[in-house]
């Protein structure tokens, strides 16, 4: 058996990495866009790569990030990523010594929190890890849909144009996320790439943000809608991608405005 080696990679290794981990996600290729974002927040003396001779057989990496952490501080945060090995390769340890590799220099960076989104969340308590749920799903029959007294909404929601929506939308999270634990700043390299927003999300998004009755923005929501005319009678369903909201009182407004738009039956 060919002996593994293990070190961070080169730039011209990227176009490398990023093939190899698409194999170890079952696509015999990746897709040309997504590697290009990719290489953006690709930080390469923290992604590391297992070879055997010249070839890549497993993937990791980290992102430099800050989170928010019980008490409200913001503390360096070590983001696993891009985690992966080829299927000819299991079972010989190479997970493991790319998530040493990636930890014990994330210690040596003086960074107290490591945290991942996990595609299978039993591989990594191993490691230190623990599960929290990144968000939340649920499926709204609006004819059945009652709202409770005091829920009147307030202000007014407004569309944009995406350009014009993406800078208020980052100063809403930004308040959004103060002191409220596992909240990860966004940076201006993180918003260049699309924070909320994904290659394969339907490009017909609108991008809905709330204002109090002073006109201060205070939440958003991104959504599309999924048009559905079943014998030609309005069946569609207002898909939600992305909310936050700063406040009780546009929690409740963004929500009203969604549940509230003609023609949806979900």
Known sequence: MTDLFFRAIVPDELDDFFAALSVAFSDPRPDPDEVETDK??????RTFAAFEDDRIVGCAGVYT????????AMVPTAGVTMVGVLPTHRRRGILRE???????????????????????????GRFGFGHAAHHLEFD????????????E???????YPRAEALPIMRRIYEQAI???????????A??????????????????AIHADDAGTPDAFAMY???????????SSEAKVKRFVATTPESHVAMWRYLCSIDLMAR
Not at 65 to 72: A, C, E, I, T
Not at 178 to 188: H, M, S, T
Not at 224 to 234: F, S, V
Request: proline share 5%; aromatic share 8%; no cysteine.
């Open 40 to 45: 953006k927040v690709a930080e390469l003396d």
């Open 65 to 72: 990030q800050r989170m928010v952490v019980p008490g409200g």
């Open 98 to 124: 790319l998530m040493k590799m990636m930890l014990d220099q994330a210690a040596e960076r003086g960074e107290a929190m490591a945290s991942l989104f996990a595609s299978q969340g039993a591989i990594y």
């Open 140 to 151: 709204i029959a609006l004819d059945h849909l009652t709202w409770a007294d005091g829920t």
């Open 153 to 159: 909404p307030t202000g007014r929601v407004t569309l």
């Open 178 to 188: 103060e002191g409220r634990p596992a909240a990860l700043e966004v940076n201006d």
């Open 190 to 207: 993180w918003m260049d790439v699309g924070f909320w927003e994904s290659k394969k999300d339907d490009e017909r998004v609108f991008y």
């Open 224 to 234: 599309g809608i999924k048009h559905e005319w079943p014998r030609g009678l309005p």
